[in-house]
């Protein structure tokens, strides 16, 4: 409802066509009345209106398209929160793997380059052969 009408315009044109009927009330409070209807709509005391909220409720919730909204937005938060533990612990692994390699000589995974020359092996950096 507060989407309806944000300016005195929008009351205008209402009024215009007939769908507000409110003359004693000026557009200025009309447009606070309705900017005012932000907060959602709750349990009344009157258990006609109840019944009736239930029931729209009910129906908006079982909609496919609300239904598929649903599951969609929870699997993407599931499949995120892993993808970020999956990365972290990939993350501290490398890390631990970095640390082995810089302490002990890693000779077998050396990285080796073939060049017209002939070969040459790119040994992985260690701090013990600078001791």
Known sequence: MSGLIRTREDVKVLKDHG??????????QVVKLFNGMSKPVKSTNTKNIDKEIEGVTRYYNSLWKVSALKVINKGRSIAGNWCKVFAAVLLLLLMGFQAFCSVYECRRLSFKSYSSQGQQSLRVLSLRSYV
């Open 19 to 28: 769908i507000i009927k409110m003359e004693s009330i000026s557009d200025e």
